[in-house]
């Protein structure tokens, strides 16, 4: 589900630790992020929730989900991954990708 992402604080940390659905199944829409990756709305700047860029099999794409669907997904990811990880109980602030879940939550409540 998550990757390393690097240290939070360096302005690079990406997003790219939420399961989406797999790229086979999606639109170009999807693909090039101009609409959800779950539910397939359109999306604009202001109702985008940016999910990190993807690379598999040398095809780069750029998933985002409508507010309504990244939330869910992020809460789950965040709560599963502080219950198992070391650094989030000793010191959150230095969990990479603790770091990038909560600003994707923090991103689809806004």
């Known amino acids: 589900m998550s990757r390393d992402v690097g ?23 999807q693909t090039c992020g101009r609409a959800c990756v779950w539910c397939a709305v359109v999306l604009t700047t202001e109702t985008a929730v940016e999910l990190g860029v993807r690379s598999e099999g040398g095809f780069t794409w750029f998933p985002r989900g409508c507010r309504l669907c990244a939330s869910r997904p992020a809460y789950l990811a965040l709560l599963a991954h502080i219950q198992s990880c070391e650094q989030c109980a000793d010191d959150p602030a230095r969990c990479a990708v603790g770091h990038a879940l909560r600003q994707t939550l923090k991103e689809a409540r806004r």
């Open 7 to 29: 240290p939070p604080g360096n302005g690079t940390v990406e997003r790219a630790v939420l399961s989406v659905p797999p790229v086979e199944r999606l639109s170009v829409a």
